[in-house]
């Protein structure tokens, strides 16, 4: 029946406008699951053949490169203090690290915070607010929105491809897979950032 249901979801017309939804949504409200369900619609794709997984990552990289230019336009309008939220020392120090980052390699920036959901508001935000060339910062979050995109959705068609005719095992397990790897990312991530404080 659960099986029958996501077989449904997959082939509503509904589908890829929910993911464009969430992908965008998960720019600016970093709780929202973006990684999820790319990846999720991403196994749907490969275990029951809709939507066509082309599809699937062309929308998940324009909702991610929309988002992210949503994210620099706030920060070029309202800047990195305006609301007190941004004030918080945990925040500020996230913005002051995205902002001597992006000075120095605004493209591998860019494209590594794109992989990490904090990371990714704060250099929007930063990026905006510091006015990086728009030229230069929507170059380098094409590229990352796309690449983004690929990967999940293609973790995603990986574990679908080995489960077929099991949509709800295959969501179930891309789910997981998408979450440890998100795990495995950010903790990577905060070491590599402690090694560099230290040096």
């Known amino acids: 029946m659960i099986g029958d249901l996501l077989t449904s979801l997959a082939s509503s017309p509904w589908a890829l406008p929910a993911l464009f939804a969430l992908v965008l949504a998960d720019a600016v409200l970093v709780v929202i699951p973006g990684e999820v369900a790319v990846t999720a619609t991403g196994a749907l794709a490969a275990a029951t053949g809709t939507p066509p997984l082309a599809a699937v990552v062309a929308v998940a990289a324009l909702a991610a490169l929309c988002g992210d230019a949503l ?3 706030v920060g070029r309008v309202a800047g990195v203090e305006r609301w007190r939220w941004m ?7 996230a913005f002051a690290w995205a902002g001597s980052r992006l000075a120095r390699s605004t493209a591998t920036v860019v494209f590594t915070a794109r992989f990490i959901p904090f990371a990714r508001l704060a250099v929007n935000l930063t990026a905006g607010a ?19 995109a690929l990967y999940q959705a293609v973790v995603g068609a990986a574990i679908g491809a080995l489960l077929p005719g099991d949509p709800v095992i295959a969501v179930i397990v891309s789910i997981v897979v ?3 790897l ?3 990312i950010d903790a990577a991530a905060a070491r590599l950032s402690g090694r560099r404080a230290r040096r």
């Open 178 to 180: 998408a979450i440890a």
């Open 71 to 73: 994210c620099y336009a």
């Open 87 to 93: 004030r918080h020392p945990r925040i500020r120090s």
């Open 130 to 148: 510091t006015r990086v060339p728009m030229g230069r910062y929507f170059a380098a979050v094409a590229v990352a929105a796309t690449a983004w």
């Open 182 to 184: 998100g795990l495995v």
